[in-house]
C-alpha cells in the first residue's frame, strides 16, 4: 500500500507543475494560482479585522512615539520598495503597532505592516536594526510570498484530490492514506520553499534597507539578538526558517556586498 501513497504524493506534485510564474525580482518560478490581487484583498480583510480587535482592546498604537519611529523607518524602506517593484505604488500600504508580547512582525501582501511590542521590548532594536526587520518583511510582500503560498495550497489540496480519483479508477480505495499524503506533500513541497522564501527575503530586506541609507551590519547584530531571545533550536530540515548560524554568515557576506549601497545612499549620491 505504501506505493499508492507515492501515487497521492506525485498527483500533488504533479498539480503543482501549472499556474506558475517567475518572479521578476528573484527570477524563480513561483507557484501562482493566486494573485498579488487576489492575496492581498484577503490580507485587507484579515488586516482590518485584526485592527479592530486590537483598538477594542486598546491595544493598537497606543504609544505615539513608537508609533512614529517605526513608520520614519519603515517610510524610505517602502519607497525602495516601491523602486524595486514599480506596481505596489498602487498598494494601499499601513503600518501599525500591535501591543502583544509576542516577538514578532509581519507584512502581508498588499503592504500591510505590523509589528509587535514584544520585538520591541525582548531586541530592543537600534533604527538599523529595525530597519532590517521591516526590510525582510517588506520583502516577504515584495516577493509575492502570501500569494505563492496559498497557492501552494490549492495545488496541495487539487494533487491529493487528483491522486484519489486516480486511485479509485484502478480500482484501490486509497482515500483513508489522503491525509499521510497531505503530510508528506507539505514536507516535501511547502516547508523547503518557506526556507527557500525566508532566504530570499532576508537578502531583498538588507538590500532594501541598505539603499534606504540603513547600515547592513546591523542584519548580523539583530539576528545575534534573535538567537540569544528565542534559542538556537530546530532542524535545518523541519524548519521554515534558515538555520540561524548559516544565516548569520549569509547577512555578513551579503552585508559586505552592499556596504558601498549604504555608503552611496548615506551620502546621498545616486545608488544603481
Given at each position: 500500500m505504501p506505493r499508492f501513497a507515492n501515487i497521492l504524493v506525485l498527483?500533488?506534485?504533479?498539480?503543482?507543475?501549472?499556474?506558475?510564474?517567475?518572479n521578476p525580482i528573484t527570477g524563480r518560478q513561483?507557484?501562482?494560482?493566486?494573485?498579488?490581487?487576489?492575496?492581498?484583498?484577503q490580507s485587507a480583510q484579515a488586516y482590518s479585522q485584526?485592527?479592530?480587535?486590537?483598538s477594542q482592546q486598546r491595544a493598537l498604537d497606543d504609544n505615539p512615539a513608537q508609533l512614529q519611529r517605526v513608520r520614519a523607518i519603515a517610510q524610505p524602506i517602502i519607497a525602495q520598495a516601491i523602486k524595486k517593484r514599480p506596481e505596489t505604488a498602487q498598494w494601499r500600504w499601513e503600518i501599525h503597532v500591535l501591543q502583544s508580547d509576542e516577538i514578532n512582525a509581519w507584512c502581508m501582501a498588499g503592504g500591510k505592516i505590523a509589528v509587535y511590542t514584544g520585538l520591541l521590548k525582548a531586541i530592543q532594536p537600534t533604527d538599523?536594526?529595525?530597519?532590517?526587520?521591516?526590510?525582510?518583511?517588506?520583502s516577504h510582500a515584495l516577493l509575492s510570498h502570501q500569494a505563492e503560498k496559498l497557492s501552494r495550497v490549492q495545488m496541495q489540496k487539487l494533487g491529493i484530490g487528483l491522486g484519489v480519483m486516480a486511485g479509485a479508477a484502478a480500482g484501490y480505495?486509497?482515500?483513508?492514506l489522503a491525509g499521510m499524503a497531505d503530510t508528506l506533500a507539505t514536507v516535501g513541497l511547502q516547508l523547503p520553499n518557506?526556507?527557500?522564501?525566508?532566504?530570499?527575503?532576508?537578502?531583498?530586506?538588507?538590500?532594501?534597507?541598505?539603499?534606504?541609507?540603513?547600515?547592513?551590519?546591523?542584519?548580523?547584530?539583530?539576528?545575534?539578538?534573535?538567537?540569544?531571545?528565542?534559542?538556537?533550536?530546530?532542524?535545518?530540515?523541519?524548519?521554515?526558517?534558515?538555520?540561524?548560524?548559516?544565516?548569520?554568515?549569509?547577512m555578513q557576506a551579503r552585508a559586505q556586498q552592499l556596504m558601498p549601497v549604504y555608503e552611496a545612499a548615506r551620502k546621498g549620491k545616486p545608488v544603481k
Amino acid at each position: 500500500m505504501p506505493r499508492f501513497a507515492n501515487i497521492l504524493v506525485l498527483s500533488a506534485f504533479l498539480a503543482s507543475l501549472p499556474g506558475c510564474a517567475t518572479n521578476p525580482i528573484t527570477g524563480r518560478q513561483q507557484a501562482a494560482l493566486v494573485s498579488d490581487t487576489q492575496a492581498a484583498q484577503q490580507s485587507a480583510q484579515a488586516y482590518s479585522q485584526l485592527l479592530n480587535q486590537a483598538s477594542q482592546q486598546r491595544a493598537l498604537d497606543d504609544n505615539p512615539a513608537q508609533l512614529q519611529r517605526v513608520r520614519a523607518i519603515a517610510q524610505p524602506i517602502i519607497a525602495q520598495a516601491i523602486k524595486k517593484r514599480p506596481e505596489t505604488a498602487q498598494w494601499r500600504w499601513e503600518i501599525h503597532v500591535l501591543q502583544s508580547d509576542e516577538i514578532n512582525a509581519w507584512c502581508m501582501a498588499g503592504g500591510k505592516i505590523a509589528v509587535y511590542t514584544g520585538l520591541l521590548k525582548a531586541i530592543q532594536p537600534t533604527d538599523d536594526e529595525l530597519a532590517e526587520v521591516l526590510g525582510h518583511e517588506i520583502s516577504h510582500a515584495l516577493l509575492s510570498h502570501q500569494a505563492e503560498k496559498l497557492s501552494r495550497v490549492q495545488m496541495q489540496k487539487l494533487g491529493i484530490g487528483l491522486g484519489v480519483m486516480a486511485g479509485a479508477a484502478a480500482g484501490y480505495d486509497v482515500s483513508g492514506l489522503a491525509g499521510m499524503a497531505d503530510t508528506l506533500a507539505t514536507v516535501g513541497l511547502q516547508l523547503p520553499n518557506s526556507r527557500q522564501a525566508e532566504s530570499e527575503a532576508d537578502s531583498v530586506g538588507i538590500e532594501l534597507a541598505a539603499r534606504a541609507g540603513f547600515n547592513p551590519n546591523a542584519a548580523v547584530t539583530l539576528w545575534q539578538k534573535m538567537i540569544k531571545v528565542s534559542g538556537n533550536s530546530g532542524s535545518d530540515w523541519l524548519s521554515t526558517h534558515p538555520n540561524p548560524q548559516s544565516r548569520i554568515a549569509a547577512m555578513q557576506a551579503r552585508a559586505q556586498q552592499l556596504m558601498p549601497v549604504y555608503e552611496a545612499a548615506r551620502k546621498g549620491k545616486p545608488v544603481k
